[in-house]
């Protein structure tokens, strides 16, 4: 198994910033990818960003030049340091762990709540 545990999450002002932390414990084994989804009321789960553990990354259009995913050199953390929140932003945040190739498996999270009102 994988356990995820996810903080930073909170309450900004538009225009503001945040960072959010995931912590990796257990089956971390590569190649793998780690990022983060997000999910606003009433929409479907999408994709934030990710990092691969060859350190390819990949970002949503809406968050690029705004968001930057990076992690630790154990690899075992991966954060998402986020600059200019827009209201938009506002919704769960899900960190994801998923083991790529014969034999993947994929853990989430249990989400923390960022929101960005004025």
């Known amino acids: 198994q994988v356990q995820l545990v996810e903080s930073g999450g909170g309450l900004v002002q538009p225009g503001g910033s945040l960072r959010l932390s995931c912590a990796a414990s257990?089956?971390?084994?590569?190649?793998?990818?780690m990022g983060w989804y997000r999910q606003a009321p009433g929409k479907q789960r999408e994709l934030v960003a990710v990092?691969?553990?060859?350190?390819?990354?990949s970002y949503a259009n809406s968050v690029k030049g705004r968001f930057t995913i990076a992690r630790d050199n154990a690899q075992s953390t991966v954060y998402l340091q986020m600059n200019n929140l827009k209201p938009e932003d506002t919704a769960v945040y899900y960190c994801?762990?998923?083991?790529?190739?014969?034999?993947?498996?994929?853990?989430w999270g249990q989400g923390t709540q960022v929101t960005v009102s004025s």
């Open positions: 257990g089956r971390i084994f590569s190649p793998h990818v």
């Open positions: 994801n762990f998923k083991r790529v190739g014969t034999g993947g498996y994929d853990y």
């Open positions: 990092i691969s553990s060859t350190d390819s990354t």
